[in-house]
Nanobody, 124 residues
Framework: QVQLVESGGGLVQAGGSLRLSCAAS????????MGWFRQAPGKEREFVAA????????SYADSVRGRFTISRDNAKNTVYLQMNRLKPEDTAVYYC?????????????????WGQGTQVTVSS
């Protein structure tokens, strides 16, 4: 059973930065494509970013492209989301997800494994 544990969320002012981490255990992390999603109150969960198992390809939602960077360290079984120039509309619970075919990377129901989420709050 694969477990994903997110960390790094918190409260930050608009324009600031946060780095989220997602540590994996119990599976073959290095073979999984990984993604980050977020869900704001009253809204559906939405795709944020994804990265292939090797780290060779990345994908971003239009709303975060150029501000967020997804990366991974397979030796540490960890995927990261560096978030810069944060905006109040980035406020949400951020979830790490694992193991999906790359073509389905933007579809939350295509992912097998999920973390418990970490809260990110951006104040104006």
């Amino acid at each position: 059973q694969v477990q994903l544990v997110e960390s790094g969320g918190g409260l930050v002012q608009a324009g600031g930065s946060l780095r989220l981490s997602c540590a994996a255990s119990g599976g073959t992390f290095s073979s999984y494509n990984m993604g980050w999603f977020r869900q704001a109150p009253g809204k559906e969960r939405e795709f944020v970013a994804a990265i292939t198992w090797s780290g060779g390809m990345t994908s971003y939602a239009d709303s975060v492209r150029g501000r967020f960077t997804i990366s991974r360290d397979n030796a540490k079984n960890t995927v990261y989301l560096q978030m810069n120039r944060l905006k109040p509309e980035d406020t949400a619970v951020y979830y790490c997800a694992g193991s999906t075919p790359w073509d389905n990377r933007k579809k939350s129901d295509a992912y097998t494994y999920w973390g418990q989420g970490t809260q990110v709050t951006v104040s104006s």
